[in-house]
């Protein structure tokens, strides 16, 4: 079956710029959650979507935001970029308790 | 201090050696342990998953959770040259926290043929 599909896999945007990403989960998946990669900072959480509704939210700033549709697809967006933005954003989803399953991620670099 | 602890490595060992990961948390709390490895320019990839204190054996891969001293494991049994990756540790509350997950840093691991 399909995994967790992310697109795109590279953007180059510059300082200032919004920039909207994708996650498709996999099929039957209903929650969704995002996390930012950094070599300095690691995996960090930023927020997690069940049924459309926001359950979690990591400690970043106002500027990052998300949202889930119905067919359980999700969008992150990220406004007034900053070059510290430049991270892997990853993707994952969830059926039940036994882990989530990651995407392949969008590298974001921010110029 | 951070919530979870792991050494970054790099760790070398040759093939075929036994490889013990290691990482330690604070947070009593946590009751969900995963196991990542995750390969350059890709996603994390769930190895290993448990929610009890003890031993989870799936082929050559063993999770280790001591709930009682905050210290998890995981060992790699004969360890080959496809297993160079970066392994990450990663744990959970639960449906309290919906489940977000607290990384480690990883530790990069290196399989020398």
């Known amino acids: 079956k399909a995994g967790v599909t992310q697109t795109p896999r590279y953007l180059i945007k510059t300082r200032g710029q919004q920039v909207t990403l994708s996650c498709s989960p996999i099929?039957?998946?209903?929650?969704v959650s995002w996390y930012q990669q950094t070599p300095g900072q690691g995996l960090q959480f930023l927020f997690e979507y069940f049924s459309e509704t926001q359950r979690n939210k990591g400690n970043f700033p106002g500027r990052f935001s998300g949202r889930q549709f119905s067919n359980s697809r999700s969008e992150m967006n990220v406004s007034t970029l900053e070059l510290g933005d430049s991270a892997l954003y990853l993707c994952?989803?969830?059926?039940?308790?036994?882990?989530?399953?990651f995407g392949s991620g969008t590298r974001l670099t921010v110029v | 201090q951070k919530e979870v602890e792991q050494d970054p490595g790099p760790l070398s060992v040759p093939e075929g050696a036994i490889v013990s990961l290691n990482c330690t948390y604070s947070?009593?709390?946590?009751?969900?342990f995963m196991w990542y490895r995750q390969y350059s320019r890709k996603g994390p990839e769930l190895l290993m998953y448990?929610?009890?204190?003890g031993n989870k054996e799936d082929g050559r891969f063993t999770a280790q959770v001591d709930k009682s001293s905050k210290y998890i494991s995981l060992f790699i049994r004969d360890s080959q040259p496809s297993d160079s990756a970066t392994y990450l540790c990663a744990m959970s509350e639960g449906p309290q926290s919906s489940y977000k997950l607290i990384f480690g840093s990883g530790t990069r691991l290196l399989v020398r043929p």
């Open positions: 947070n009593s709390a946590f009751q969900y």
């Open positions: 448990t929610y009890s204190s």
């Open positions: 099929s039957g998946h209903r929650s």
């Open positions: 994952a989803s969830r059926i039940n308790t036994d882990g989530y399953t």
